[in-house]
């Protein structure tokens, strides 16, 4: 059999002659059983490697496995095939052209190009009017690369004709994979690459603006196309207008318009009249720009109206990403940049700083081959593969590269063109992480925050063997209650990841200008006039520390001293210091209308942190401890009945509402109890429970279950499991085994736990590596020796304690009014100086805006 050298006439090849039909059907023949026709349900990834952010505007394009559906780059389409064996693969491939110029220099003519068949983003780094695209596809056999090309409908047997087909009219994967995700959507509008704008010199104005027909000033709409501004309708919010933006497109058809007061750096509310609904224009940015709109320095308000007669110098957007300052872009390993998907900018943020940590850079980048050759058949659905593709595609230097000398003239000689940078977009890892999380699924801003949690979370639930790296992040927090009444205490301790640092309002050092300010503008707001300049409150650091030390007061709080309710008080220090502190600053807060707000304030916080005055110190001469007892149980009244006829095992109680409770903050434990005593009703309910007993000394203990701790107990001191042989009970050993554990497993996980049933499942989820050290269990098991056992003590928490003294490296800040709008931008301190990660746009940082932050990133200083 000829190789595709001779065959196809490719470079390298003795000859050039065409196949004839029956050669190709001979080709395939042996491969037919794998090619398979997508159905409904299947992802089929056509813009992006599993493994990689190459795709078919890469330089090697991208292989799709015509029996998975995944995709492939160059460099990891041999691993797929060495471990499926899968030998059919349909090779996507764009290629870039510069147009052809006319007779007087120009570009000739657009038309409409018939050569383009793949629905992939255009690459913003080239200018579409200066540049051409042409598809390529063909299907490549293993391992000897035959290469068929596309289309090729008179040679192909028709299930494989079928097959191409439908790959390459396949759509997003990432709807397939959640409809309930995507059913809001937007398409991209048909009209938006090839949009006409006219030269007609119309500049938009930042604001005073009302519709050309009728006066009107709100529900106002740019036509993309001529500049007009007119009022809307029925369409998107039902605000009034009286329809002006829709009989201009039916007098002159053009078809898009932008809602004004809605465009942000994420983006805008676009609608196609020709399309009749909402769409995406990707390159609104650029139809803006014609009418003298600068969309990365916008944000839209509640009125509909933008703050753009703030002076730029004090407005938090331009001070934040640094506007009006000429900032250097940076290329190359570490300084790659995130595209926005919409709304995704609190994802970008929080993964650029988490990969600028050495320890995460060597648990996944630095494993790659590894996790690479050990990843599951769909590597797009493994927590571990997706993380270390992302670590590698922002620290590799990749998809961050310099434009060449000739570019660089070119930009010197034609102002106009100016590049955009590489960057990756994160969209697989994004389907991922986000897979049935009601919040982060969605295409709405989010918290980073929350965010930040839900990835530690996701971290210690698939870490690579015995390494977790969001151990750095881990540490203790040491409560103190104390009943007023008996002056009597408590200590417990608790697992947390973040400091929420609280903004003392009360302590601003500029009042005065505070109480000016608002009354200034107030009145100008009722003489609908321009706001005044804008006063921060300054806050000093010293007084949000102080105020997180503080004692506070325990509602409801109940006494073990006294058995009923009393006043309490509480205050909470560092059992032990993390290797890296994260401190958030509490600058959302709710009205008194429920209504979200931001406090909108500067806070000098410190490059050198000292935290060490708030070591815990435990209990101390002359106090004494409450009572050890637990309150009674409240169990709400609907699910009483439920709890009374149905005990719920362990195993049963709902993960999913646990894990939500958990990423609102709250200690895990606490969040299984809410669940367990709320009878699996949903988070809403259990969060209610957690609310009204939230200041309980028990709360973060682990749960008991009835029947289950209890019959442990009394079956441990039956069979003796409290001597030193610490033997477990055979029958709670029997309830282990019968969920499908090995008994050496239940054994070890016993007496890990004093032999209590339900710690003993925990220990095991959360004790992963014991699977496979069988061996070592088997020695504790037949080892009588009682000294031996007596070291076999149960794991503390996982804390990497040490210094109090930290050094600033990073910091995201926000813009907008509450977490669930604006943008996110993240500031990381790189060899010596500080770099600004905005979206796909990394440059270096002019000055870093530290005391405008949302949350801080500290690392130990080594003492």
Same mark, same amino acid.
């Given at each position: ?589 709710? =009205? @008194? *209308?429920?209504? +979200?707000?931001?406090?909108? /304030?500067? #806070? ?7 935290? $060490? ?109 409290? =001597? @030193? *042989?610490?033997? +477990?009970?055979?029958?709670? /050993?029997? #309830? ?7 008994? $050496? ?119």
């Amino acid at each position: 059999m000829q190789r595709r050298g001779a065959l196809f006439g490719v470079p390298g090849g003795s000859g050039s002659r065409k196949m004839a039909a029956g050669d190709i059907g001979e080709l395939l023949v042996p491969h037919m059983p794998t090619i398979r026709v997508p159905r409904s349900g299947d992802r089929v990834y056509k813009n992006e490697c599993a493994f990689s952010y190459d795709s078919p505007n890469s330089e090697g394009g991208l292989y799709v496995c015509m029996n998975t559906f995944l995709a492939f780059g160059r460099e990891h389409v041999e691993r797929h095939f060495r471990k499926t064996g899968q030998s059919v693969y349909m090779h996507l491939k764009r290629h870039v052209r510069e147009k052809v110029r006319g007779a007087s220099g120009g570009a000739l003519p657009k038309r409409r190009n018939s050569k383009i068949f793949l629905d992939l983003d255009t690459d913003d780094d080239l200018n579409s009017d200066d540049y051409e695209y042409e598809d390529e596809a063909k299907l490549v056999i293993f391992p000897d690369h035959y290469e068929i090309a596309l289309p090729n409908i008179e040679e192909l047997p028709a299930l494989v004709t079928i097959a191409c087909d439908a790959v390459l009219s396949s759509k997003s994967p990432y709807r397939k994979q959640d409809p309930d995700t995507w059913e809001n959507e937007l398409p991209v509008s048909k009209y938006a690459n090839n949009l006409t704008q006219l030269d007609n010199g119309v500049r938009i104005p930042p604001s005073g603006w009302k519709c050309a027909r009728c006066d009107l000033r709100e529900n106002l709409w740019l036509n993309l196309t001529d500049g007009s501004v007119l009022c809307g309708k029925w369409f998107f919010d039902s605000s009034g207008g009286n329809g002006h933006a829709l009989e201009h497109y039916r007098d002159t058809g053009y078809p898009l318009a932008v809602k004004l007061g809605t465009i942000t750096p994420d983006g805008a509310d676009v609608y196609s009249f020709q399309e009749e609904e909402a769409v995406l224009d990707p390159h609104l940015a650029k139809h803006l720009a014609h009418f003298g709109i600068d969309m990365l320095h916008m944000h839209g308000t509640e009125n509909g109206l933008q703050d753009n007669d703030i002076k730029p110098r004090v407005s938090e957007w331009e001070v934040i990403q640094e506007t009006g300052t000429k900032l250097k872009p940076m290329y190359g390993p570490g300084y790659t940049g995130l595209k926005n998907l919409g709304n995704s900018c609190y994802l970008s943020s929080v993964m650029q700083a988490i990969f600028s940590i050495p320890e995460f850079q060597r648990a996944y980048v630095g494993n790659l081959p590894r996790i690479f050759d050990y990843s599951p058949l769909d590597p797009t659905q493994d927590f571990n593969t997706q993380m270390t593709k992302l670590g590698h595609g922002l620290l590799s230097g990749q998809y961050s590269k310099p434009p060449v000398k000739s570019e660089l003239i070119e930009q010197v000689m034609k102002e106009e063109h100016k590049p955009q940078q590489n960057g990756i977009s994160p969209r697989m890892f994004k389907a991922f992480v986000s897979k049935s999380h009601p919040e982060f699924s969605s295409n709405r801003q989010q918290d980073a925050q929350e965010f930040f949690l839900h990835l530690v979370n996701l971290v210690e639930r698939n870490r690579i063997g015995s390494e977790n790296p969001s151990d750095v992040f881990r540490f203790l927090v040491e409560e103190r209650i104390q009943c007023c009444q008996t002056r009597k205490v408590r200590y417990t301790e608790r697992v947390d990841y973040l400091m929420q640092l609280p903004v003392a309002m009360e302590a601003a050092t500029n009042k005065d200008e505070l109480i000016a300010y608002e009354l200034t503008r107030r009145e100008a707001e009722s003489n609908r006039r321009p706001l005044p300049e804008l006063v921060r409150a300054k806050i000093p650091f010293s007084a949000c520390l102080q105020a997180f030390s503080e004692p506070e007061n325990v509602d409801d709080f109940w006494s073990s001293a006294l058995q009923a309710k009393s006043a309490g008080v509480k205050t909470s220090r560092f059992a032990s210091f993390p290797e890296y502190l994260v401190v958030q600053i509490k600058k959302f807060t709710f =009205g @008194l *209308d429920w209504v +979200p707000k931001k406090f909108d /304030v500067s #806070i000098d916080m410190p490059d050198l942190l000292d935290i $060490n005055h708030l070591r815990a110190r435990g209990l101390q001469p002359g106090e004494e401890e409450l009572p050890d007892i637990s309150p009674p149980i409240v169990i709400p009244d609907d699910s009483k009945d439920r709890l009374m006829t149905q005990l719920i095992d362990p195993s049963d109680i709902d993960e999913s509402s646990v894990m939500q409770l958990a990423e609102m903050g709250f200690p895990l434990e606490a969040c299984r109890k809410a669940v367990y005593f709320t009878g699996n009703m949903g988070a809403e309910v259990a969060f209610n429970w957690i609310v009204v007993h939230m200041e309980e000394p028990d709360f973060a203990e682990p749960l008991t279950m009835p029947g289950y701790g209890g019959a442990a107990s009394a079956g441990a001191s039956v069979f003796g499991a409290t =001597g @030193l *042989d610490n033997q +477990p009970p055979e029958e709670t /050993v029997a #309830i282990i085994t019968s969920m499908g554990f090995h008994r $050496n497993q239940a054994i070890q996980a016993l007496r890990a736990t004093n032999s209590n049933l339900e710690r003993a499942l925990d220990w095991i989820f959360s004790h992963p590596e014991f699977e496979e050290d069988s061996d070592f269990v088997i020695e504790m098991e037949n080892n009588a020796n009682a000294n031996i056992v007596s070291e076999a003590k149960p794991e503390g928490p996982r804390v990497k304690d040490g210094s109090g003294m930290y050094e600033l490296f990073a910091f995201i800040s926000h813009m907008g009014t509450s977490t669930m709008s604006g943008h996110y931008v993240c500031h990381i301190k790189k060899e010596g100086r500080w770099v600004i990660y905005n979206d796909h746009k990394v440059c270096a940082s002019e000055r870093p805006p530290k005391d405008l932050g949302y949350m801080y990133f500290y690392r130990r200083i080594p003492s």
